[in-house]
């Protein structure tokens, strides 16, 4: 076995790479820095193109307009630039544009702390869209993760033809670990789907504004509906395809913990205290957080009499399991001091 | 001009614009000169701005990207890097010159291959008549008296100084406007027409201004802009961008580490690095990563440092583990190699947390907190260890102990790290340190 010594931002650019990604542009922000720099490393000598934009704003705006030609695209920021991205990921949510967007979560809010880790963004990469319509959430756990989750993320894009971001954590992507890489083999992400590319021998149109398959502005309500609701479904209806998780369950258990990021890691370490204590207890880690895989986390309930969630924030994705949970009874457990939550609190909260 | 070819203007649907509007002529400039360049609709892309003049690129056969307000050039830039053998034609207002101006200076300074064609009425048309950028001080505008407050910018002006090397400010009913438009659409570099003209929607409701006028009041300004700008031609970016990039080279893989030693621990062992900025403590940490995964151990490390560089502590958190590592925390180390007193000041409640089995490693005349640890301290002045080196003889001593890993470990780990000189002067302190 060959093992590899990278943190988790290294293995996003690596599984970039492998996955055919030919143009990124980014703007230096702790802690997403370094995607940027390994990717100015590995694309140019590819005859790939790597770009600091003037600000977060051009540099997913450069992505964009290098999607629409075709190319495989990623840009990669933090909570602040996620801000200032948001009415580009607006754009390509509504015109249908292929993107990987790196979200590496430093704590919020605003410039809050720029080396110290948070999954404080949740619901804002879900939610800060103008419309509303969904967007493709995945979530890494470690720095295998990172890589793999890379690779699905431009499958995904792709395939769906939608921004898919990879909600990183500070403690993720600034953590070096060994990992081994060769069994993730790449996969160069599938063609994009319908994609006309702008240079092509078809004309292709691209608007931002409400508009019909002809791809000119409408006013039209019918032709409205039916692209939104198209836009929403696409999504919706295909979460089974892509709902990536760890659940380790026993047949007796009757609680459920749930996590997703950097602590489903002292979950599982707080999983094995638990159960050599008698706790009947099941870890589910989740690493599709949008669209929400209902059917994976209702399964999950399936014996269970009570639910507790654990988030690096002050409860954000609890508002899904809630929801889905409706009478089974779900508490919540989660912290924002940029401290990684240990398994000793996650035991001390669990059996409180 | 070339009256065979054909006209890239999209019959189906003919520009809207208010009667007497000056976008309309540019329309229709602009697919003459696109016809006299012989150009087809496939190989030239319009990116439009928001407001009137993001309805351009609906009346062309050509690709088009319509996107936010001020972000065209994004999507240009984008656009031309891609596909560098396409015509990007970049249409905004005054508004989108105002919101955007970031990337329009941005791309003075770059030198990407677009044409920028501002159309420039003075106000914001499609909102109702607010001010813009360009705005004259006594201008009538919706915005009320705000516009006698901020002094008009001259896009030529700003553009010159930003770097631009082709500059065009012209008008609208201009009689060479479709020769200007080829001209600055053949320019192999960023290319940028301020093309003034009347809004008869909103501006001249309010506003006595003629063609005559216009025309007088851009005779007065300067630069004159009418073309190249000679001290600012250069290499066009993304000629540039491909030859230096065509220069670089792979990055080469650095192979992996594989398990060549035997390892001496059963479970999990946390160890702190607390030293100061110049110490290589994070190589140090990266050392002790490599030596554990060379007795096939699973290892973590985490740095911690202020945003200075040379001053202040470092601070490197390593987990070693037979299996695979769940948190990557440290919640009470078994070992402290302790070299500053920044660092240990910085984690100075970690040391009555240790007991008689942990160990510390430390520079004989380093204080540290009270602790039940066994301590092993370093003579460093006897045995000529340098402040850079006491992180490694720190390691030395842990390894000579044969506590988390042996000396055959630390010579993988400083093997895979280091080579040459480098290499040479790391064994050297641990011949000291035996």
């Known amino acids: ?352 | 001009m070339g009256d065979t070819m054909t006209s890239l203007l999209n019959n189906s649907r003919p520009p809207v614009f208010c009667p007497g509007c000056g976008h309309d002529l540019v329309v229709r400039k602009l697919d003459t000169a696109l016809q006299g360049m012989g150009l087809s609709g496939d190989k030239v892309v319009i990116v439009s701005d928001i407001g009137c003049s993001g309805l351009f690129d609906t009346f062309f056969n050509t690709h088009a990207f319509h996107g936010l307000h001020g972000r065209a050039l994004t999507y240009a830039t984008g656009l031309k890097m891609a596909r560098p053998e396409l015509t990007v034609i970049t249409v905004m207002g005054d508004g989108g010159l105002g919101i955007g101006g970031a990337h329009v200076l941005s791309s003075c300074r770059r030198n990407l291959d677009i044409t920028l064609l501002v159309l420039n009425n003075f106000n914001y048309g499609m909102t109702g008549g607010q001010c813009s950028v360009t705005t004259p001080v006594d201008a009538q505008t919706s915005s009320g008296f705000l516009n006698q407050l901020d002094a008009p910018l001259d896009i030529c002006r700003v553009a010159e100084s930003a770097g631009a090397p082709y500059l065009v400010r012209t008008m609208a009913t201009d009689k060479e406007l479709a020769e200007q438009l080829a001209g600055a659409i053949e320019y192999p570099g960023f290319a940028i027409m301020d093309i003034l003209g009347l809004c008869p929607g909103r501006y001249t409701k309010r506003n006595r201004t003629s063609i005559a006028q216009l025309k007088s009041q851009m005779k007065s300004m300067h630069p004159v802009a009418d073309g190249p700008v000679p001290e600012n031609e250069r290499e066009e970016y993304g000629a540039h961008y491909r030859r230096l990039a065509l220069a670089t080279s792979p990055q080469v893989s650095d192979g992996g580490i594989t398990t060549t030693c035997e390892k001496i621990v059963d479970q999990r062992r946390e160890v702190l690095l607390l030293g100061a900025a110049g110490q290589y403590i994070n190589t140090a940490g990266e050392v002790l990563c490599l030596a554990g995964m060379s007795g096939g151990l699973q290892v973590s490390q985490k740095n911690d440092y202020p945003i200075t560089v040379l001053r202040g502590h470092s601070v490197c958190e390593v987990v070693l583990e037979p299996g695979s590592i769940g948190y990557t925390g440290i919640s009470k180390p078994s070992v402290v190699i302790a070299v500053s007193a920044e660092g240990v000041a910085r984690r100075k409640g970690v040391f009555s947390l240790l007991n008689k089995d942990d160990l510390i490693i430390k520079p004989y005349d380093l204080e540290i907190p009270v602790t039940e640890a066994r301590i092993i301290e370093i003579d460093r002045k006897e045995q000529a260890i340098k402040p850079s080196q006491m992180a490694l003889a720190a390691l030395a001593v842990l390894a000579g102990n044969d506590c988390v890993i042996t000396l055959k470990m630390l010579h993988s780990g400083l093997a895979a790290r280091f080579s040459g000189k480098l290499l040479e002067d790391a064994m050297g302190v641990l011949e000291k340190m035996q």
């Open chain 1, 1 to 352: 076995m060959v093992l590899s010594f990278i943190e988790g931002n290294e293995a996003i650019a690596r599984g970039a790479i492998a996955a055919g990604c030919s143009f990124f542009a980014g703007y230096p922000i702790t802690p997403a820095t370094s995607i940027y720099q390994h990717m100015l490393q590995l694309l140019p000598p590819l005859g790939g193109i790597c770009l600091q934009g003037e600000d977060e704003i051009a540099s997913i705006g450069f992505c964009l307009g290098a999607a629409m030609t075709g190319l495989s695209v990623m840009t990669a920021t933090s909570g602040p630039g996620i801000s200032l991205y948001s009415e580009q990921i607006s754009l390509a949510i509504g015109g249908e544009i292929p993107l990987v967007i790196v979200d590496v979560q430093r704590l919020g809010p605003s410039t809050g702390s720029a080396t110290k880790g948070a999954d404080g963004d949740i619901q804002f990469l879900r939610w800060g869209n103008s419309g509303g319509l969904p967007v493709i959430v995945l979530a890494p756990v470690d720095v295998k993760d990172c890589y793999q989750l890379t690779l699905h993320a431009f499958r995904l894009a792709g395939k769906y033809r939608c921004p898919v971001f990879i909600a990183s954590n500070k403690e993720i992507a600034m953590t070096r670990e060994s990992v081994d890489l060769d069994p993730l083999h790449s996969r160069k992400s599938a063609a994009v789907s319908f994609l006309k590319p702008i240079g092509g021998a078809e004309l292709s149109r691209l608007t931002s504004s409400t508009h019909g398959p002809d791809g000119y502005i409408t006013a039209d309500s019918a032709v409205i509906a039916q692209a939104i609701e198209r836009m929403e479904r696409k999504l919706l209806s295909a979460v089974d395809d892509f709902t990536y998780f760890d659940l380790d369950t026993r047949e007796d258990d009757t609680t459920l913990l749930v996590v997703y990021g950097v602590t489903a890691r002292a979950a599982r370490t707080a999983l094995q205290h638990l159960r050599d204590k008698g706790e009947k207890i099941s870890l589910l880690a989740l690493k599709t957080l949008y669209p929400v895989p209902e059917k994976c986390i209702l399964h999950s309930f399936e014996g269970k009499n009570r639910v507790v969630v654990v988030e690096m924030n002050l409860g954000q994705y609890v508002r899904e399991i809630e929801r889905l949970a409706t009478v089974l009874p779900v508490s919540f457990h989660g912290k924002m001091d940029g401290e990684l939550i240990s398994p000793q609190e996650i035991v001390a909260w669990v059996t409180q």
